[in-house]
């Protein structure tokens, strides 16, 4: 489709599936990707605001470092698949308004205290199931796992595809990827 790199959909997808082909690690990073990052966006509401919003004092939604990350995914997922991504970016900032009210309810002190202890279970959750069932993480598979799994859903539940022949096109790139993976370990074994 023209995209290259960290915008190239079905190479996110072909290489993220690659990585997790075994069902049930998909459906372990489904229960816990969008919690995880929940969490981070619980410990970054205490960072300092970018700069003065009137909903700060009222809400307690302040524009700090959480809502710059939520922003960086929103775009993104929005400029990957303009369906899917809206609902993956709707999900992002919900995701970023529900923490920073339960950052704001609990404080500080209890805040970081539960939830470096959730963010503790749900990583340990989530990074075992990709090593006993799948490979070696990658730092592009942190950008695109949550908007993965939201058009993986979409896909499960309503036959979804960003255009025809998406789901071919990405089954066909996974099938390679993983043929790829498998003659590498041939490779290091011998």
């Known amino acids: 489709m023209g995209k290259y790199g960290l915008f190239d959909l079905e190479r996110q997808y072909a290489f993220h599936g690659a990585y997790h082909s075994n069902q049930v690690n998909t459906w372990i990073h489904m229960l816990f990707i969008w919690p995880i990052f929940f ?40 400029c990957l698949d303009r369906k899917a991504g809206s609902l993956a970016a709707f999900l992002c900032l919900f995701c970023w308004v529900s923490a920073s ?35 070696p993480p990658d730092g592009s598979l942190f950008c695109i796992a949550r908007g993965k799994y939201v058009q993986l859903a979409l896909q499960s539940f309503f036959g ?29 074994i011998s």
């Open 39 to 78: 969490t981070f966006l619980v410990m970054y509401y205490f960072t300092p605001p970018l700069f003065d919003c009137p909903f700060q004092s009222c809400l307690g939604l302040v524009p700090n470092f959480g809502l710059l990350f939520t922003m960086t995914y929103v775009v993104y997922y929005v």
């Open 101 to 135: 009210l339960l950052a704001k309810h609990l404080g500080f002190s209890l805040a970081w205290k539960i939830i470096h202890t959730y963010n503790l279970l749900t990583e340990t959750i989530a990074t075992s199931g990709r090593e006993l069932c799948s490979g």
């Open 160 to 188: 979804y595809e960003p255009y025809p022949g998406f789901n071919a096109s990405v089954k066909a790139r996974k099938d390679a990827e993983i043929q790829n993976l498998k003659d590498d370990k041939e490779k290091k």
